[in-house]
């Protein structure tokens, strides 16, 4: 895929690992809800959709964390966007709304998940996600983050769960902890909306490039070595830098990414605001019709 397979080896860019990790986790999911789903309390059978989209959420994630594309994103700023979006924006609400209720209710009912209620407060998880998002843009961050390999596990796993956080008043796998109105709903989409812009914005109209990891060599190696088996110094004597595998100058490159991130967002948005106010005036006019019938039938009544 990109090519890739002619630098480097299938192990480097497929990630066996992660691939089992990942086929591991289906394996355990369609366990859970076929043949030990009567194990569980008031479980009912979960349908073919859902089971697609989490087939379709851990596959994208796999691609984003562990395939090709987190290789692109060490080469590319572009391939560094999409995979946030991915990772972010595309994959939480789909792993949320496939785990079935029953099966959310049981995890959330164990002890260490069971404050989780305090940070799917909407205004909180907006702001944590958004927050951790932008700060880790900041160029600093970014290239520290990039090149220390167990701040890069731990801030990815953290993003990933305030992403879920950010998501969950949206599409709210267990009606019962549902806080939000439709209306509030949009609302909350359209803050997270206005809270991710800043640092989209700061991406898209800087005037330089601004992380190393994608100009200066010895930056690129060491974030490189990370990804890769074998002595990464040997990469800068081969290739010479990002530029190497880079399609686009550096400025490019870095605006392009920032563009993608903010269509991307805003089309899920959008989709999902969509969603949200179809449900909402179905609902609205199903009340208006159900007050309707009743004023007739007691007009006949009387």
């Given amino acids: 895929m990109f090519g890739l397979t002619e630098y480097f080896s299938f192990y480097d860019v497929w990630s066996p690992l992660f691939l089992a990790a990942t086929v591991l986790i289906n394996v355990l999911y369609f366990g859970l809800t076929g043949p030990f789903r009567n194990r569980f309390s008031s479980s009912e059978p979960v349908p073919a959709s859902k089971k697609l989209m989490f087939v379709i ?14 290789m692109m994103s060490h080469m590319m700023f572009t391939f560094h966007m999409a995979m946030m979006a991915l990772s972010y924006i595309i994959v939480p609400p789909l792993l949320l709304l496939a785990i079935p209720s029953w099966l959310w209710r ?37 290239d520290y983050v990039m090149t220390h390999y167990t701040e ?15 998501w969950w008043p949206i599409v709210v796998p ?12 949009m609302g909350y989409v359209f803050l997270n909306g206005v809270l991710i812009t800043p640092a989209c914005a700061l991406i898209i109209f800087a005037s330089e490039p601004l992380y190393a990891t994608y100009v200066d060599k010895e930056a690129w190696v060491q974030a490189m070595g990370y990804c890769i088996s074998g002595d990464p110094v040997k990469m800068l004597a081969a290739f010479d830098g990002p530029s190497f595998f880079n399609w686009f100058t550096p400025i490019e490159d870095q605006q392009l990414g920032g563009i993608l991130m903010k269509l991307i967002q805003e089309t899920m948005y ?3 605001l969509f969603y949200v106010f179809v449900h909402w005036f179905r609902r609205e006019s199903k009340d208006d019709d159900d007050f309707v019938d009743t004023a007739a039938e007691g007009q006949l009544n009387s």
């Fill in 57 to 70: 959420g851990t596959g994208l994630l796999y691609l984003a964390q562990g395939g090709p594309i987190n």
């Fill in 152 to 166: 890069h596990i731990i801030y990815y796993i953290v993003l990933f769960i305030a992403a879920m956080l950010m």
């Fill in 174 to 185: 267990v009606p019962e902890w549902n806080s939000l109105t439709d209306v509030k709903k």
């Fill in 106 to 142: 049981y995890l959330l009912d164990r002890k260490p998940l069971k404050r989780l209620k305090l940070l799917t407060n909407p205004i909180l998880s907006a702001v944590l996600f958004n927050t951790l998002f932008s700060f880790y843009h900041v160029p600093a961050v970014h």
């Fill in 270 to 272: 959008g989709c999902i």
